[in-house]
């Protein structure tokens, strides 16, 4: 049971990556395309179905099943299991973040601009890697 709930959560880990690296490049492109236009408009239904069908559900599942794997597999004292949580909260932050500017792009309010997005676009790449290193390595055990 504990590999299979294991092959399901790094399933959904994948599909919420996918959506995490993707959306703010949209944000990237949408800042360029004029508030009105059909781009615009185009990039509004890219990004809410993106994190309706994809990045919610997904983050749902990795932590359904991330929850179950450190109950199952009694990591709950791990030093690196900590870390990771602590890791995986600040994506699951970034995750919210996302959310609120998609709802901003959605009614032409976009708070930020081209080159804030092109930085945020790296962040969930940095926690990413670090994530996965923790699990695989476990470093501090
Ligand atoms: C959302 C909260 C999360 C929790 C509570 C959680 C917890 C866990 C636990 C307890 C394991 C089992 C470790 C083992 O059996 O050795 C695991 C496996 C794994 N997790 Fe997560 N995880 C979460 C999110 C993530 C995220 C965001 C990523 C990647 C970005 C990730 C990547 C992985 C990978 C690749 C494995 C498989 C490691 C292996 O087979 O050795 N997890 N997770």
């Known amino acids: 049971m504990y590999e299979w709930i294991k092959a399901l959560h790094v399933i959904a880990?994948?599909?919420?990556?996918?959506?995490?690296?993707?959306?703010?490049r949209l944000f990237v492109y949408h800042c360029e395309a004029e508030a009105g236009s059909q781009q615009s408009e185009t990039f509004k239904v890219m990004e809410r179905r993106l994190l309706k069908a994809i990045i919610n559900p997904a983050m749902i599942v990795t932590w359904l099943a991330g929850l179950y794997l450190v109950w199952a597999g009694r990591w709950y004292w791990s030093p690196w299991f900590h870390v990771k949580l602590l890791l995986v909260l600040v994506l699951s932050a970034v995750h919210g973040f996302f959310a609120r500017w998609v709802k901003a792009?959605?009614?032409d309010r976009?708070?930020?601009?081209?080159?804030?997005?092109r930085i945020i676009n790296e962040v969930p790449t940095a926690l990413m890697i670090f994530i996965v290193i923790l699990v695989i390595v476990k470093p501090f055990s």
């Open 13 to 24: 880990v994948i599909s919420w990556m996918a959506g995490m690296l993707y959306l703010p």
């Open 110 to 117: 976009n708070p930020h601009s081209r080159k804030f997005y």
């Open 105 to 107: 792009f959605a009614i």
